[in-house]
């Protein structure tokens, strides 16, 4: 076969390659959200794992909900995350829950959790820190959203 040949070969071969129509891959489905945001079950606390948990109050509706387990140093800045969670505010009281390693807990230095909430990526509201003195399972009652400074 000679050079003229395979390179004519070559270029149909590419044309009739591009010419053809998409592939029948088939695209991965995208659910949509569930509108309501109820807890997800993390199942049974697993032997190794404590948690805290409790229900968050004051969040308006459509809120971006952040919680986080901090060790804090002694002038009240975050050193390293233990535990976070996000949800959506729905004007109603939010049951949350945060599981965590005790080993992982510090000795000698300060834990807190502590809240915020934002809405179209403004702080409005914060949680007061509240100081979680022992690495076993509680639970914290309810918690009030206040008004970000």
Known sequence: MSLRTCVLLCFVSLLAACASGPSQTQQPQVLPKPETDAPVDLGPLPAFQRELSGVLTGAPK?????????????????????????????????????????????????????????QSGQLILHLPSRIIGQPSTQNLGTLAFVTAP
């Not at 986080?68 to 009240?76: F, W």
């Not at 996000?86 to 949350?96: E, M, R, V």
């Open 62 to 118: 459509g809120a971006e909900v952040e919680l986080a387990m901090l060790i804090v140093d002694e002038r009240g800045r975050p050193q390293g995350l233990m535990a976070s969670s996000k949800i959506t505010g729905n004007n109603q009281p939010l049951p949350f829950t945060l599981r965590f390693n005790p080993e992982a807990f510090p000795t000698g230095a300060r834990v807190e959790l502590r809240g915020r909430a934002s």
